[in-house]
């Protein structure tokens, strides 16, 4: 067990909080294996009847995975990155298979890790604090943890959208668009967990009570434009038409994709085409899988992480610096399945 985790029951309740602020609770591929021993204990326990997942304490909810051990060990021996992915991947497939109500508090920054850990939940909370994105193709990675599930069915293309550009959407967009079921205002957060745990099993009705009139969500405005200048899954048509675009917001979205990594861009695209049609969770896990084993070698990986979470230099020198010279062998190179034996597969709970 790792301190970085806090499992408890309160009462009916398993409770599980994100005990990592410095990290702004990065997962670690021990925090993972916690969560999911714990999961896999209450799944069976008839005195547990739902689960909440938050954060004890610091500004976010969690900022994704630790990615710079990530970027280290895939320098090498990638081991260790496939360790972690391996076990992350397990508990997000067990979050989404779940046979009890779970509860994700996305109060403050939820990204990478921190979607898949909340968006598998059957109760998703945004406050006015949420801050949600996917922001991997900023590090030479790809939006995993279920972005290829997740984005690809969100309305129009605002999933493509988000996957390139790592838009941070706020509360009241998670709400609009289903990343979360439920609007609660941050300072009635305890007050929620409070009722949550003296009546486990009317959490359905708890939330909705205690669930308050979100803002309008401001993608909406952008919805159109969205879903006409993203509607491409080639890339230099989508960068080929915001350049056409006399807007204020076409140039601004094509400057932000001017500092992402081209390759990661078009595996985010071809990842998120491949996602809309896969038959299960599971499938998407293992594809993902593959996927992840293979990019964190990559030099874009390694490069991106430095520059912006090592360095801080926000400077990254992508290899292909442009899209036109990342040819399509290269993006299938990396969506080759593992051998038999090294890919990923669920808790044996969990398969159906």
């Given at each position: 067990?790792?301190?970085?985790?806090?499992?408890?029951?309160?009462?009916?309740?398993?409770?599980?909080?994100?005990?990592?602020?410095?990290?702004?609770?990065?997962?670690?591929?021990?925090?993972?294996?916690?969560?999911?021993?714990?999961?896999?204990?209450?799944r069976?326990?008839?005195?547990?009847?739902?689960?909440?997942?938050?954060?004890?304490?610091?500004?976010?909810?969690?900022?994704?995975?630790?990615?710079?051990?990530?970027?280290?060990s895939?320098?090498?021996?990638?081991?260790?990155?496939?360790?972690?992915?391996?076990?992350?991947?397990?508990?997000?497939?067990?979050?989404?298979?779940?046979?009890?109500?779970?509860?994700?508090?996305?109060d403050?920054?939820?990204?990478?890790?921190?979607?898949?850990?909340?968006?598998?939940?059957?109760?998703?909370?945004?406050?006015?604090?949420?801050?949600?994105?996917?922001?991997?193709?900023?590090?030479?990675?790809?939006?995993?943890?279920?972005?290829?599930?997740?984005?690809?069915?969100?309305p129009?293309?605002?999933?493509?959208?988000m996957?390139?550009?790592?838009?941070?959407?706020?509360?009241?967009?998670?709400?609009?668009l289903?990343?979360?079921?439920?609007?609660?205002?941050?300072?009635?957060?305890?007050?929620?967990?409070?009722?949550?745990?003296?009546?486990?099993?009317?959490v359905?009705?708890?939330?909705?009570g205690?669930?308050?009139?979100?803002?309008?969500?401001?993608i909406?405005?952008?919805?159109?434009?969205?879903?006409?200048?993203?509607?491409?899954?080639?890339?230099?048509?989508?960068?080929?038409?915001?350049?056409?675009?006399?807007?204020?917001?076409?140039?601004?979205?094509?400057?932000?994709?001017?500092?992402?990594?081209?390759?990661?861009?078009?595996?985010?695209?071809?990842?998120?085409?491949?996602?809309?049609?896969?038959?299960?969770?599971?499938?998407?896990?293992?594809?993902?899988?593959?996927?992840?084993?293979?990019?964190?070698?990559?030099?874009?990986?390694r490069?991106?992480?430095?520059?912006?979470?090592?360095?801080?230099?926000?400077?990254?020198?992508?290899?292909?610096?442009?899209?036109?010279?990342?040819?399509?062998?290269?993006?299938?190179?990396?969506?080759?399945?593992l051998?038999?034996?090294?890919?990923?597969?669920?808790?044996?709970?969990?398969?159906?």
């Open positions: 067990m790792t301190d970085d985790i806090i499992v408890r029951r309160d009462g009916g309740v398993g409770r599980i909080r994100l005990n990592r602020p410095k990290a702004i609770h990065a997962l670690t591929t021990e925090m993972c294996d916690a969560m999911s021993t714990a999961l896999l204990r209450w069976s326990d008839p005195d547990i009847t739902a689960v909440l997942i938050d954060h004890a304490e610091g500004r976010g909810f969690c900022a994704g995975g630790d990615v710079v051990m990530l970027a280290k895939g320098a090498g021996d990638a081991s260790k990155a496939r360790d972690f992915f391996f076990a992350e991947y397990r508990l997000n497939h067990l979050l989404f298979t779940y046979p009890k109500p779970t509860v994700a508090i996305m403050g920054i939820t990204m990478g890790g921190g979607v898949g850990i909340s968006q598998p939940c059957t109760y998703r909370v945004a406050t006015e604090n949420t801050r949600f994105a996917m922001p991997e193709t900023g590090i030479g990675l790809f939006p995993d943890v279920g972005g290829g599930w997740y984005l690809s069915r969100l129009g293309r605002v999933g493509q959208f996957a390139l550009t790592g838009a941070r959407l706020d509360g009241a967009e998670c709400l609009y289903g990343l979360a079921t439920h609007y609660v205002p941050s300072a009635s957060i305890e007050e929620l967990v409070d009722r949550i745990v003296k009546a486990p099993a009317r359905k009705g708890t939330l909705g205690a669930s308050a009139t979100a803002p309008d969500g401001k909406e405005a952008n919805l159109a434009q969205i879903a006409r200048l993203f509607a491409s899954d080639d890339y230099e048509e989508i960068l080929a038409g915001l350049e056409a675009e006399e807007s204020d917001w076409a140039k601004t979205e094509r400057a932000t994709l001017g500092t992402k990594s081209p390759l990661s861009c078009k595996v985010s695209l071809r990842l998120l085409a491949e996602g809309a049609d896969r038959a299960s969770f599971a499938d998407e896990m293992e594809a993902e899988y593959a996927l992840a084993a293979n990019v964190v070698q990559t030099h874009d990986f490069e991106g992480v430095r520059a912006l979470l090592i360095d801080k230099d926000n400077e990254p020198q992508w290899d292909p610096p442009i899209p036109a010279e990342v040819d399509d062998g290269m993006v299938e190179a990396l969506f080759a399945p051998p038999p034996g090294e890919r990923w597969t669920p808790f044996p709970e969990t398969e159906v």
